[in-house]
Antibody
Framework: QVTLRESGPALVKPTQTLTLTCSFS??????????VTWIRQPPGKALEWLALIGWNNEKYYSASLETRLTISKDTSKNQVVLTLTKVDPVDTATYYCARVPGTMSGILVYYHALDVWGQGTPVTVSS | DIQMTQSPSTLSASVGDRVTITCRAS??????LAWYQQKPGKAPKLLIYKASTLESGVPSRFSGSGSGTDFTLTISSLQPDDFASYYCQQYSSYSPTTFGQGTKVEV
């Protein structure tokens, strides 16, 4: 059974750095084509994609947040970590991680839909 | 970036209704499109991928169609459990991937 679970602080002060951890089981980030991604959703608003890290440590970031985001993985611990620097109240949201399986074609990876999501962790940015 | 435009943003319907939600991409994405259902306070759930392939365990009253830039999600006979928000996502590219703004299906 594939599961993902997000963890991190519920409250962060403006200008601080937010660090979120996605702990997963039931699959390995060593598997060719596999990846984990982060998405957030401000209260009452739509989903916003943030970042993705692949089995080969390939990383993609939202262009609007790229200078503030870092994604990393610890395959031995089955964890993916997302950091967001210089947080602002507009970063208040529920943050989700999700599994993204992919298909290998030579050295290229074709990522697919987000097939399993964590439950999400709400984060409030406020002084 | 590829923009995804969903319509309508809100849809009022009754149990038993046939419901259609549309999603339009700003450029061709072939069939690299997924649909998700989200209930209040819960994570999104994958319903359909590759525009028309039903995820395992999803009821057959859900169906998806389209290719290129225009896509639809259809619920053939709305059930009480289907009142929720629905999002489309293009994954033609993960740099970036993008979601539609969502459609809320309400009574």
């Amino acid at each position: 059974q594939v599961t993902l679970r997000e963890s991190g602080p519920a409250l962060v002060k403006p200008t601080q750095t937010l660090t979120l951890t996605c702990s997963f089981s039931g699959f390995s980030l060593d598997t060719p084509g596999m990846s984990v991604t982060w998405i957030r959703q401000p209260p009452g608003k739509a989903l916003e994609w943030l970042a993705l890290i692949g089995w080969n440590n390939e990383k993609y970031y939202s262009a609007s947040l790229e200078t503030r985001l870092t994604i990393s993985k610890d395959t031995s611990k089955n964890q993916v970590v997302l950091t967001l620097t210089k947080v602002d109240p507009v970063d208040t949201a529920t943050y989700y991680c999700a599994r993204v399986p992919g298909t290998m074609s030579g050295i290229l990876v074709y990522y697919h839909a987000l097939d399993v999501w964590g439950q999400g962790t709400p984060v409030t940015v406020s002084s | 970036d590829i923009q995804m435009t969903q319509s309508p943003s809100t849809l009022s319907a009754s149990v038993g209704d046939r419901v259609t939600i549309t999603c339009r991409a700003s450029q061709s994405i072939n069939t690299w499109l997924a649909w998700y259902q989200q209930k209040p306070g819960k994570a999104p759930k994958l319903l359909i991928y590759k525009a028309s392939t039903l995820e395992s365990g999803v009821p057959s009253r859900f169906s998806g169609s389209g290719s290129g830039t225009d896509f639809t999600l259809t619920i053939s006979s709305l059930q009480p459990d289907d009142f929720a928000s629905y999002y489309c996502q293009q994954y033609s590219s993960y740099s970036p991937t993008t979601f539609g703004q969502g459609t809320k299906v309400e009574v």
